[in-house]
């Protein structure tokens, strides 16, 4: 009885790896606004869909760091589909002003190394408020070395407004 259970915990166990390694990975960097004031603080989130591997943090030069890493992850099974997510956010304040650069974060796997583009962040004074300088959120999401794909949004997102029945 005791082999038959521990025979079963083995075919149990090598069918939910044989899951995780199928799932394909990806690697998405957010930025919370393109456009930004000195004074302002912005956040990155480096998002990794069904990747395990090794994350290595970006070079932050010209910003400070506010705070950070902040990491959170989840783990989801429903109907034999398997899914983890992690992510790591960084809350960051310009130190100059112009064209700035977040530099590339890697995440190395077994079998590969996915490596991010620097994200440009366009920084101004804040003598220089003026209302119609809008900034937009943007995402990079990388499914393979050497693919991006940018998927901004250009409108706010809508929030549902809850309703007690």
Same mark, same amino acid.
């Given at each position: 009885m005791?082999?038959?259970?521990?025979?079963?915990?083995?075919?149990?166990?090598i069918? #939910?790896?044989t899951?995780?390694?199928?799932?394909?990975g990806?690697?998405s960097?957010k930025v919370?606004?393109?456009t930004?004031?000195?004074?302002?603080?912005?956040?990155v989130? #480096?998002l990794?869909?069904n990747?395990?591997?090794n994350?290595i943090a *970006?070079?932050?030069?010209?910003?400070?760091?506010?705070?950070?890493?902040?990491?959170?992850s989840s783990?989801?099974?429903?109907?034999g589909?398997?899914?983890q997510?992690?992510?790591?956010?960084?809350?960051?304040?310009p130190?100059?002003?112009g064209d700035?650069?977040?530099?590339?974060a890697?995440?190395s796997?077994?079998?590969?190394?996915?490596?991010?583009? *620097?994200?440009?962040?366009?920084?101004?004074?804040?003598?220089k408020l003026?209302p119609s300088s809008?900034?937009?959120q943007r995402?990079?999401k990388?499914?393979?070395?050497?693919?991006?794909?940018d998927?901004s949004?250009?409108a *706010?997102i809508?929030?549902?407004v809850?309703?007690?029945?």
């Amino acid at each position: 009885m005791k082999e038959l259970r521990l025979m079963c915990f083995f075919v149990i166990c090598i069918w #939910f790896l044989t899951i995780v390694s199928g799932q394909k990975g990806s690697l998405s960097v957010k930025v919370d606004k393109d456009t930004l004031y000195q004074d302002e603080v912005i956040k990155v989130e #480096f998002l990794l869909d069904n990747l395990t591997g090794n994350f290595i943090a *970006p070079d932050f030069n010209g910003f400070r760091l506010v705070s950070g890493p902040n990491t959170s992850s989840s783990f989801s099974m429903i109907n034999g589909v398997v899914t983890q997510k992690k992510a790591y956010s960084y809350v960051l304040m310009p130190e100059a002003t112009g064209d700035q650069q977040i530099g590339e974060a890697i995440v190395s796997t077994d079998e590969d190394k996915l490596i991010t583009d *620097p994200v440009s962040v366009y920084v101004l004074s804040t003598d220089k408020l003026s209302p119609s300088s809008k900034s937009r959120q943007r995402v990079y999401k990388y499914d393979t070395p050497g693919m991006t794909k940018d998927t901004s949004t250009k409108a *706010p997102i809508k929030k549902r407004v809850l309703k007690k029945i």
